[in-house]
């Protein structure tokens, strides 16, 4: 009897649990999760050429400021000559800018679910332009400081309301695919513009690298104004707002629907739902509106990111691995941009930004592994397990990073411990981007599907200890090179990784017995949110 309890809970609602495939009809055919309303202005019954712009317009503000975050490496020799900066000062910059991006998330995205996802996009794209003009203008520490922090307050949002838009437009089928475009776009901001900056450090002045950024943003400002549409939907019955049934809030299951291999939750549904063709298209300006603003409360949002990190495994996870591969890439670019300024290389700001072409390269290389095969993969295994989806089949495309995350860590910093040729170095830092890229869509990915409906919560504490772990790394880094080697922190580095990039493991094992325990803390911090739509 107990186990026939406990088999009947965990029937009834794993959060993440879904019909993902009905292999009992023809050419078995894909169930959208979550499930379209009948109202044609529900983002998820948007026309293709529309999600299409939406996302391509967020794609562009992604890679624009993750120009305008990293860029600042390449011109670090020239300032030094001109504005007599150390090496620890220009550390530090870098480090309030990631503290910037980590405690700006806190502030900014709960207005995202208050007031709707364009006000926000906007005040970012300003803001992140004013930081550009005042780097321009940098003679100073203090302005050089007030500026990295702005542009990290500026760039906070980036990642997170880039995840809330792909779960407002896109099916759980279709999530791996869209997170690893942003990743794409990410990557290429992050290598592919010190790789610009650098010609035109040498070409223009450091300066100038700052003025092409403000010439971009004052475009994407433009698009966001006049071509990107408000994705907060909130349904509509008889005048009124309405929060959706869902499954977190719905009666129990009645005795003939608990075989939990046919439908493990209420959402075992299929497909499209026809528009009602009595609700109305919004006009232009209405889909332009500044605001979309809520009844909900604003204060659990500010709360809930620092819950979510600490009582949930997936989040947890997605923090880890997400933040621990973003440190190590903030080592990387602060050793090259320090290191490969001496000899044996003697490198310049245009060889400083031509290194990351390969990391560039090997997150392209990496986009079908996070992106589309995990997509593909979990089609397969879900038709396997009865049509029936669980986040954990997006976790074995994980498994690689064990090997090749520590693999480049060691390549890159032992070849720069012992002076090896710089190719070395690119392949190291090659094998880095692809894990990168691999490591973060899928750990994405699993993570929005199992808790869709407080994604932006969620990824608030995932970027804050992403970006307070490189901070950690960027202000002890001197120090610590001082006192371990260089060969040393590498090996160290590379073990540390090793272990993190095992956790996957313990997920596939225990991870839906996690998500069936928190199962009732999601139902509570779902409620909080207006306009939600659980999976």
């Not at 009948?38 to 993750?66: E, G, I, Q």
């Not at 690893?180 to 100038?208: K, M, N």
């Not at 629907?257 to 209420?266: G, S, V």
Request: net charge negative; glycine share 8%; proline share 5%.
């Amino acid at each position: 009897m107990v186990n026939e309890h406990a088999d009947r809970d965990e029937a009834f609602w794993a959060p993440g649990t879904v019909a993902l495939e009905d292999v009992h009809r023809t050419g078995d055919q894909i169930v959208l999760v979550p499930t379209p309303s009948a109202d044609p202005n529900d983002p998820l019954n948007w026309s293709t050429a529309r999600k299409v712009l939406n996302y391509t317009l967020v794609s562009f503000f992604v890679l624009w400021t993750f120009v305008q975050l990293d860029i600042g490496f390449t011109a670090w020799g020239p300032m030094e000559e001109e504005l007599g900066f150390s090496v620890d000062i220009l550390n530090a910059g870098a480090a309030v800018n990631y503290g910037g991006l980590a405690i700006g998330c806190f502030f900014f995205i709960p207005l995202v679910h208050k007031y709707g996802r364009r006000p926000i996009y906007l005040f970012s794209t300003v803001l992140q332009l004013a930081s550009c003009v005042w780097q321009a203008q940098t003679y100073s520490v203090g302005s050089y400081i007030g500026a990295n922090l702005i542009s990290g307050l500026g760039g906070a949002i980036s990642e997170v309301i880039a995840q809330i838009t792909v779960a407002d437009l896109f099916f759980v089928h279709q999530h791996a695919t869209m997170n690893e475009w942003f990743v794409i776009f990410q990557s290429a901001g992050a290598f592919l513009g010190p790789v610009a900056s650098g010609y035109i450090v040498i070409s223009q002045g450091w300066r100038w690298m700052w003025w092409w950024c403000v010439i971009f943003f004052a475009l994407t400002t433009l698009c966001v104004i006049f071509l990107f549409e408000e994705s907060k939907f909130v349904p509509i019955l008889n005048g009124q707002s309405v929060i959706p049934a869902t499954p977190a809030l719905a009666t129990e299951l009645s005795e003939d629907t608990m075989d939990k291999k046919r439908i493990p939750t209420e959402q075992a549904v299929t497909s499209r739902v026809a528009t009602n063709l009595e609700i109305k298209p919004k006009t232009y300006f209405q889909r332009m509106a500044l605001i979309t603003p809520t009844e909900e409360s604003l204060l659990p949002h500010f709360w809930q990111p620092i819950e979510t990190l600490f009582t949930f495994p997936a989040v947890t996870y997605a923090a880890i691995t997400y933040g621990s591969t973003l440190a190590w890439f903030a080592m990387m670019t602060s050793l090259q941009a320090t290191y490969m300024l001496m000899p044996p290389y003697n490198f310049d700001a245009i060889g400083i930004g031509l290194m990351n072409v390969a990391p560039f390269v090997g997150a392209v290389l990496g986009f079908p592994c996070g992106g589309y095969l995990s997509d593909k993969s979990i089609l397969w295994l879900s038709k396997k397990n009865g049509g029936i989806y669980e986040p954990e089949q997006r976790l074995w495309l994980a498994l690689p990073a064990v090997v090749l995350g520590p693999a480049c860590i060691l390549m890159f910093g032992l070849g720069l411990a012992y002076g090896v040729h710089w190719s070395c170095l690119a392949v190291g830092f090659g094998v880095f981007g692809f894990t990168l890229s691999s490591i973060s869509g899928v750990s994405l990915s699993y993570l929005m599907d199992c808790y869709q409906d407080i994604i932006g919560d969620a990824l608030v504490g995932v970027i804050f200890m992403r970006n307070i772990i490189s901070v950690i790394i960027l202000f002890v880094i001197t120090p610590w090179i001082n006192g371990m080697g260089m060969q040393n922190l590498h090996i160290l580095a590379a073990v540390v990784a090793f272990f993190l990039y095992l956790i996957p493991v313990p997920l596939l094992i225990w991870g839906k017995k996690a998500r069936v325990a928190t199962a009732a803390r999601y139902r509570r911090m779902a409620a909080n949110q207006i306009g939600r739509r659980t999976v």
